[in-house]
């Protein structure tokens, strides 16, 4: 993928550099030589996020009459801790009810958008209502339902190890706040899969 304009690869080798000293590290050594610039690469590829826009993501629509439930559930994630840097990963149910016209956007869009707010430095809790929100304001959703559920790394690899400790955060907006109309889409999120 192309590198965001903005990252600036070279500093951001520097401080790899820099990191690898004051852990006691050799960054001179052979396996580590290349990897300032490797780790920077790395981090704009996982922070491309940061210069990418919802409205990008939503930006094709199509009008298919349909104002009924839409959801994409297991969408794969992967984020970043911004307390740790180490990575949250999971899956994202995303679930919403198009505007009264009938227009939807492509169910690959839906992936899209989790992708933009994933790739920034995050808390699970903010990617959850960033995605939901966009929703609502770039597709005029009459409804939305987003629970993402994701373990992260720095519960489990450190800190108080607790792998496989998962948590769980949803956001709704508009209609999906009917408590019948949530239910309904939250059975479909957890119903299991006959694939
Ligand atoms: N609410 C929330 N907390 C998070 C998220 N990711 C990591 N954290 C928490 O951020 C907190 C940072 O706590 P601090 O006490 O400042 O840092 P710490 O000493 O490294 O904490 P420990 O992880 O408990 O060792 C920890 O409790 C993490 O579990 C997230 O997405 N949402
Ligand atoms: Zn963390």
């Not at 790899?16 to 852990?23: C, K, P, S």
């Not at 981090?43 to 990418?52: H, I, N, P, S």
């Not at 939250?186 to 899969?193: C, D, E, F, R, T």
Request: glycine share 6%.
């Amino acid at each position: 993928m192309s590198t965001p304009p903005t990252v600036d690869l070279e500093r951001a080798a520097a401080a790899v550099r820099e990191l690898l000293l004051a852990l006691g590290e050799d960054p001179d050594r052979e396996g580590l030589k290349d990897t300032p610039g490797r780790v920077a690469r790395a981090y704009a590829e996982t922070f491309a996020g940061m210069w990418q826009t919802p409205e990008e993501a939503l930006s094709r629509t199509f009008d298919v009459d349909h104002s009924e439930l839409v959801i994409v559930r297991d969408i794969e994630v992967y984020s970043t801790c911004e307390h740790h840097l180490v990575p949250f990963h999971g899956v994202a149910h995303v679930g919403y009810i198009p505007a009264p016209d009938g227009r939807v956007t492509g169910l690959s869009k839906i992936a899209r958008l989790v992708e933009v707010f994933a790739r920034r430095p995050q808390v699970q809790e903010r990617l959850t209502t960033q995605i939901a929100d966009a929703l609502v304001q770039h597709l005029h959703a009459q409804g939305v339902l987003v629970v993402v559920e994701c373990e992260h790394l720095c519960m489990s690899m450190r800190g108080v190890r607790k792998p496989g400790a998962l948590t769980i955060t949803s956001a709704v907006r508009g209609q999906l706040t009917d408590p019948a109309t949530r239910a309904e889409a939250m059975s479909l999120i957890n119903a299991q899969s006959r694939r």
